[in-house]
């Protein structure tokens, strides 16, 4: 913020129109960009940010409007001609080839490679970007070999190795520890010291506040407003992003909790590939407590559900809910025993896309009375008790006969959490529950979790958003590579502490 | 940059009139195409379609002949469709189609004429059933759990379900093979006790047993807890095993249940119109057209019904074209333009085109979401 | 994630048309050649619906029914020659309707229905597999008049016809045992029936007359007309030594092979000499002609009774084919010796006793039933 960038611009897009089945992702959307600037782009989920920087990057086609690249109006067709124009995305899906080399995806798409590679020059130009941008990285490692940071980091140094005038980063902390996140910002810094102008795409407000120039703010598509970072404060930023004074609930502080509800023992449980993905796992969960389990992406979250939920069984260990061994049970089991559980794919696991709300409210107690009578299913029961659950939950756009994965994200998740409530669940396992959600949705499903703490249920919150773990949780447990590498009250947990041990530095942690 | 001329967007919730509509407009449409090229190869449309109805629908016997095209076609086509809706792309109804003829006609010979037609009748459609579901099950088990690939297996089966038909007829003296004929080798013809009787011209009752079975089909899925587990399974494996539905074995039993309804339609053929294990009178790619009739009714249990009738009275209409010096081929273009029309009427069921600066009425409120999957 | 699920559960579409893509390529390969005669026989009808107009007297109407296309050049083509001769006969006197590639089995029932509802009085079924249904639709239309080939049902109002084939089978069978060098001829056949035993028997008879020291080696096909299958057929018996290559089936395929291998070869059902001209020898055919003229004639007549007819080379129902330029003078001159014969009921093809293939001497019995190999024919009469 030292840097006082140029008021040449880099970019300026008018009046940009872009619609996806019927809704409008950029509304008469105008957007202006500095040479030399780092530019936030803050906005909820669903704002339009994405779509802003797909368009620019060339990925997609605005319906209307005009896209200025330093002053003069270009139609990029794709995302081939923005890069040779010197504009380049890094999205937050990487597009690397795992089976290659990181020099071998630097030389792919470039327009020097010919037929022949010359690896040494690639090494050599490779190492030293890296170590030019604080960015170190070896070239002759192959994509799959490395942690999604260092994938990020490929995928910035690919694009600095086309030496790009402007470079995208679409929510690029997501992926990262809160320690790999200030290295990146320091990138960001250097980048835009040497004139290039740098997209920083964003929901989180300190991050912005830190690292940008100027913020552009968008909100169901349109633009609300562009301010110089400094000028702006950080309610004010929140108010243009959710279009309202909003304060996302957290826990009150409880002090005492009931008896242990779920007693987790020294689990294993194999990972895909058959190596074990949860290394000897173990934790109690008491009545009206949530335990929260940090992580980062991969180091067996996604094991560790699967084996308390009976989706996988566990090798070794046992769980016990409620006094009884579930630990061999089978998913109906775990149902019948009050378990809830909300995974992370709501579309992927925890609806069935295809079918209505009603059909999806019913999806697990659907077996017994009021959904069924003996082998028959009750039409009314399902109509009855999904107006109820829709109406209780404020699940809003359903429609009768409507697929339920027309209803957007923040509706799709209440109804999903809805149904593991109404199954009056002892225990309830919920992975990354306001994932992509917009402010308004995450208060709500906030809300349901802390009154189902308040009614005595454990919780075992699994996620990657250190604010939500905060936020929600009792105490606190730090997961890296399927083991469990720190535990500490929520009242003693920082999102530096916390980072450090995600990454694995047990040491440095506890110093 | 100039604006778009038209979006083209989904449509949120699909009325039942744009549902029924569309379909209508797609098999006319198909009609009007095949007319120009009809018109263009010299021949009168008019007189084309004019001819085809008239042997369809414009006499009583042409009624009674297009129903009784139309009975095995309800029952493949629900057998196609059932398993397509669970994403079992079983293509195997022909060879299972065969093996109900097989083995519901072996049962009636076996049986032989002791048993009144209330029982016999009966346990030769069953004994189709289950003939056709054993076809099913050779491709079905591994398929399950051992994840070979369907399409493939039932495919082959169909032709060793044919190979298996000849050889009972003219490769051996099967209790299948009419002793009595030496001339040519014939299915020996099943007791008259278990042949569904005549109530209208050539048409049996066959018909209403292949509605009510239709019936039976799109209750035992819409309606039934079983169903409900298996639509739920049809719509995403990874969800029903998380409702802790056990995916492996419905899958199975609906690859099964689809055998079963093509082997239904085999035991009816044989019951009804037939009366032998005749290849000559079964190889008639039954099976395969059934997968038309269910991927042009949509895979709707019901909606089967008349298309399957619609698709019988197009079959029987191509002698008559000849009569009037018209190619029989001109048949199977139209099947094939109506289908392709009904593809493509699929798309605008699902999607409407708008003008961009007329904003969507409140049909499209519902925002679809783009939900990302979670990586393995 | 949306996109996936949508293209997963649209995959029955495409295999909807796959299917119909398949349909519509069977149909264009197994009718390639026959486009130009569905033209034909419309042509035909056109001209007849115009010439029913102005005879004053009563147009007979007459259907044909095949279950190949006309345009085979074999049995459904023979059967054509047949009723454009009747039409040269009548003129505008009769109107001809020629359905063709009408399967057997059941729903042929329901072809023939339509023939006799729409006013024809006179319905020839030219396929074996025609029988039960043709019966069945005669009895539910009893004033039309059905003829059936090659069958063994008759009722009121449906005779059934066939021929002596096995008398020109003999004379090809001199033929061929004349051209024979390594002693083996093959002979491809359709189905181990009767109609087929009898034409093996009697064309082994022939060539052991002229060569005793001839065998004729028989392979099954299992279908009338393949044409792939019956070539393949040929070749493996050129394969296994035969020079000379036989047939019952109703391609000229088998034909095609000999003459790539250079072997001799005995057609069946019409003069086939363009498709092989060096290999042809000659072959046993059909002319339906007289008996669709005379049966035509007996129903305007109001003279038809339903009888079984069996036609043979006096009547000239049956015919051998031209020779080919590889048959000797001699061995012509024998055989033409031996057909007058024929003709007149000096000689006759069966006796009995008969000696059969494990060289004992048994009974003839009905030749009609025929289930069994006379000697020098090697292969089993059972399939």
């Known amino acids: 913020m030292t840097q006082a960038p140029t008021d040449t611009l880099a970019v300026e897009l008018c009046g940009v129109d872009k619609s996806f089945y019927g809704v409008k992702a950029n509304d008469n959307v105008d957007f202006k960009l500095a040479q030399g600037e780092v530019h936030a782009l803050l906005g909820e989920n669903g704002a339009g940010k994405s779509t802003l920087c797909s368009i620019l990057a060339g990925l997609y086609r605005p319906d209307a409007g005009d896209v200025f690249f330093e002053g003069e109006e270009v139609t990029f067709k794709n995302p081939k001609e923005a890069l040779a124009s010197g504009v380049g995305m890094v999205y937050q899906h990487f597009r690397l080839v795992s089976n290659l080399t990181v020099a071998e995806n630097f030389a792919l798409g470039h327009p020097d490679t010919g037929v022949r590679l010359n690896q040494k020059e690639i090494h050599k130009a490779a190492r030293e970007l890296g170590e030019k941008y604080d960015l170190p990285i070896d070239p002759a490692a192959r994509i799959w070999q490395l942690s999604v940071g260092e994938q990020q980091r490929v995928e910035i140094l690919k694009l600095l190795y086309r030496n790009v005038k402007i470079l995208i980063l679409d929510e690029p902390t997501a992926v990262l520890t809160p320690q790999e996140g200030q290295a990146l910002f320091k990138t960001m810094r250097q980048m835009a010291a040497e004139g290039r102008s740098v997209i920083f795409v964003s929901h989180k407000l300190d991050e912005v506040k830190q690292v940008s120039d100027r913020v552009t703010v968008l909100r169901n598509g349109k633009t609300v407003g562009g301010v110089a ?79 308390l939920v009976g989706l996988r069984k566990p090798s070794a260990g046992s769980v016990v809910l409620d006094g009884a061994d579930i630990t061999n049970n089978t998913v109906l089991e775990h149902i019948d025993a009050h378990q809830g559980y909300v995974p992370q794919s709501r579309l992927g696991m925890g609806l069935a896309p295809g079918l209505t709300t009603d059909e999806n409210l019913a999806l697990k107690a659907y077996r017994s009375p009021p959904y069924s009578k003996g082998r028959r299913l009750v039409a009314s029961a399902f109509r009855d008790e999904g107006d109820r659950i829709v109406d209780e939950y404020d699940i809003r756009g359903v429609r009768p006969g409507l697929p339920i994965r027309l209803l957007s994200g923040g509706n799709l998740q209440k109804a999903l959490v809805a149904r593991e409530i109404e199954l009056e669940p002892k225990v309830l396992i919920l992975r990354s529950p306001t994932r992509g959600l917009d402010v308004g949705a995450t208060e709500q499903v906030r809300n349901l979790i802390l009154k189902e703490r308040a009614r005595g249920v454990a919780t075992l919150l699994i996620s990657e958003d250190l604010d939500e773990l905060l936020a929600l949780s009792d105490r606190l447990l730090v997961i890296f590579e399927g083991e469990i590498v720190g535990e500490m009250p929520a009242e003693e947990a920082t999102a530096e502490r916390l980072g450090l041990l995600m990454s694995g530095q047990v040491e440095e942690a506890s110093a | 940059m100039t604006k778009r001329r038209f979006i083209v967007e989904p449509r949120g919730l699909v009325s039942w009139k744009v549902r029924l509509g569309v379909p209508v407009a797609s098999v006319l449409a198909a009609f009007i195409v095949a007319g120009i090229f009809l018109f263009l190869t010299g021949v009168n449309p008019i007189e084309v379609y004019s001819e085809m109805l008239d042997a369809a629908f414009g006499s009583p016997r042409g009624i009674s002949e297009t129903l009784i095209s139309a009975t095995p076609l309800i029952l493949t086509g629900v057998a196609a469709a059932i398993a397509f809706k669970m994403l079992v792309w079983n293509i195997g109804g022909e060879g299972q189609f065969i093996l109900g003829a097989i083995v519901a006609s072996g049962v009636a010979i076996w049986l032989g004429d002791g048993v009144p037609s209330i029982l016999m009748i009966p346990i030769v459609i069953v004994a189709g059933g289950l003939g056709g579901a054993m076809w099913a099950s050779i491709a079905a088990i591994p398929r399950v759990y051992l994840g070979t690939n369907e399409i493939i297996t039932t495919l082959m089966l169909n032709f060793i379900a044919l190979a298996l038909m000849n050889f009972l007829i003219f490769g051996s003296s099967s209790p299948w093979r009419d002793p009595e004929v030496s001339t040519f080798p014939q299915g020996r013809p099943i007791p008259e006790s278990a042949r569904i009787p005549e109530i209208f011209f050539r048409l049996t009752g066959g018909i209403f047993i292949a509605i009510a079975l239709a019936v039976f089909a799109w209750y035992l899925i819409g309606k039934t807890r079983w169903g409900f587990a298996v639509r739920i399974v049809g719509d995403s494996s990874d969800t029903a095993r998380y409702a802790g539905i056990g995916v492996a074995r419905k899958i199975l039993t609906v690859f099964l249940l689809s055998g079963a309804y093509a082997g239904f339609a085999g035991g009816l053929f044989v019951a009804g119109p037939v009366g032998a294990l005749d290849p000559r009178s079964l190889d008639l790619g039954l099976g395969f057209t059934g997968i038309i009739v269910a991927a042009l009714a949509g895979l709707h249990l019901i909606a089967i019904i008349p298309v399957a009738i619609l698709m019988g009275a197009l079959n029987n209409a191509g002698p008559s074209l000849q009569a009037i010096g018209v190619p029989t081929a001109t048949v199977t273009m139209l099947q094939g333009a109506i289908l392709i029309f009904a593809v493509a009427g699929e798309f605008f069921i699902n999607n409407r085109i708008r003008r961009p600066d007329i904003e969507p009425d409140e049909e499209s409120e519902v925002t679809p979401v783009l939900e990302e999957v979670e990586p393995a | 994630m949306k996109e996936e699920y949508i293209m997963a559960r649209s995959r029955w579409r495409i295999l909807a048309i796959m299917v119909v893509a398949f349909a519509l390529l069977a149909a264009a390969c197994s009718s390639s050649d026959d486009t130009t005669d569905t033209t034909a026989a419309a042509a035909g009808t056109d001209t007849t619906v115009a010439s029913g107009t102005d005879t004053s ?18 049995w459904s083509w023979a059967h054509d020659q047949g009723a454009q001769a009747l039409k040269a006969e009548y003129g505008d006197g009769v109107e001809i309707t020629t359905l063709e590639s009408i399967p057997e089995g059941s729903d042929a029932q329901r072809v023939f229905e339509d023939l006799a509802a729409n006013g024809n009085t006179l319905i020839f079924g030219t396929s074996f597999g025609y029988m039960d249904p043709m019966l069945a639709a005669a009895e539910n239309f009893p004033d039309t008049v059905f003829m059936h080939a090659t069958g063994f049902k008759t009722s009121e109002n449906m005779g059934n016809y066939f021929g002596a084939a096995e008398e020109a089978r003999y004379l090809s069978g001199m033929a061929a045992g004349a051209a024979t060098e390594t002693n083996l001829i093959g002979y491809v056949a359709a189905f181990p029936i009767p109609e087929v035993l009898r034409g093996i028997n009697a064309f082994t008879l022939g060539a052991r007359e002229v060569n005793p020291d001839a065998e004729v080696q028989v392979v099954w096909t299992s279908t009338w007309f393949d044409p792939p299958k019956e070539g393949t057929a040929a070749e493996s018996l050129i394969d296994a030594g035969a020079d000379v290559i036989a047939m019952h089936q109703d391609s000229a395929a088998p034909g095609q092979a000999a003459e790539a291998a250079g072997a001799g070869w005995v057609g069946y059902n019409t003069d086939m000499t363009e498709f092989a001209p060096t290999a042809w020898l000659t072959a046993a055919t059909w002319d339906w002609a007289p008996f669709y003229i005379t049966t035509a004639q007996q129903v305007l007549d109001g003279t038809w009774k339903s009888e079984a007819v069996y036609g043979n080379m006096a009547d000239g129902m049956v015919v051998l084919a031209p020779f080919g330029d590889s048959v000797a003078q001699d061995t012509q001159d024998l055989i033409l010796v031996r057909e007058s014969e024929i003709i007149d009921g000096a000689f006759v093809v069966f006796t009995d006793p008969i000696v059969n293939q494990d060289g004992e001497s048994q009974p003839l019995g009905d030749i009609f039933g025929m289930d069994f190999f006379v000697e020098g024919v090697i292969g089993s009469p059972t399939g």
Request: hydrophobic letters at 40%; charged letters at 30%; glycine letters at 14%.
């Open chain 1, 229 to 307: 970072t400094a000028d702006a404060d950080t309610r004010e930023l929140a108010r243009m992003m959710v279009g309202r004074d909003l304060v996302l609930p957290t826990r009150d502080t409880v002090e005492d909790f009931g008896d242990v509800m779920l007693s987790v023992k020294d689990l294993h449980v194999p990972g895909d590939r058959g190596l074990e993905a949860v290394r000897g796992m173990s934790f109690d969960i008491r009545e009206g407590e949530v335990i929260g389990i940090a992580g980062v992406s991969g180091n067996g979250q996604r094991e560790l559900a699967y084996g």
């Open chain 3, 57 to 74: 007297g009563e147009v007979l109407k007459v259907a044909f029914v095949h279950v190949g296309p006309v345009a085979d050049k074999g």
